[in-house]
């Protein structure tokens, strides 16, 4: 039989696996260099005569081969990587257990009868005040910390005195002489499990909730 072209590389798809040395059946990248070397020497020895393929036909089809061998080798080497991400991942999630997460919101997390949060100001303001709320919306204390400059700031609440059931939230009111100044209330939550779903991170948090690793501004 003569060959006259250079054949089809999209043939090495449908040979069935060269068999190694071993006698096992070789798969991948080796398995696609054995066919595509079996397939180059049937070809040259069976080409015709009269028109024998050029060193361009065999530069080109070497080529082709090697860019298939790259990608499977690449393809191997995504995989180990995302293995070893996703081991690293855990890893960081099991050092996070015990730790406090602050996320958004404007409830307490309690140790104990001691509620646990934080807030950001945009600006220095001279005058700080933090309320805390019942569920009826009513304010059943208020701690006040007089001037602070602009950033975050976390605090915590001694609340033996109420029934930590019985607290809903807490709000912000700061002001720089007339000025009010903007903030932007935490929940500060301790993280008691850590999970995956889906290749994200997802973090369980002492209230019940579950956030994923984005939703968490910072770790205290």
Do not use: C
């Not at 250079?6 to 066919?35: I, V």
């Not at 609340?159 to 903030?183: I, K, L, M, Q, T």
């Amino acid at each position: 039989m003569m060959f006259s072209n250079p054949f089809d590389l999209s043939a090495l798809g449908n040979t069935p696996g060269a068999s190694t040395k071993s006698g096992t059946t070789a798969t991948g990248a080796e398995a696609t260099q054995d066919r595509f070397l079996k397939l180059l020497v049937a070809q040259l020895n069976n080409q015709d005569p009269m028109n024998p393929m050029d060193n361009a036909q065999m530069t080109t089809q070497m080529t082709q081969i090697n860019t298939v061998a790259g990608i499977e080798s690449l393809n191997t080497t995504l995989k180990g990587m995302a293995t070893q991400f996703t081991a690293m991942q855990n890893l960081q999630g099991l050092s996070l257990i015990g730790r406090e997460a602050l996320v958004e919101g404007k409830t307490f997390g309690f140790d104990g009868t001691v509620g646990k949060a934080a807030f950001r100001i945009d600006s220095p303001a001279d005058s700080v005040q933090v309320d805390v709320l019942d569920k009826a919306g009513q304010v059943i204390d208020t701690l006040d910390f007089g001037a602070l400059t602009a950033g975050q700031h976390s605090f915590n609440w001694d609340g033996s005195d109420f029934n930590p059931n019985d607290v809903a939230s807490y709000r912000v009111r700061a002001s720089n002489g007339n000025a009010p100044v903007g903030s932007f209330m935490y929940s500060r939550l301790t993280v008691t499990s850590v999970g995956m779903k889906d290749g994200q991170m997802q973090l369980q948090l002492q209230n019940g909730s579950t956030v994923g690793y984005d939703k968490i501004t910072t770790f205290m």
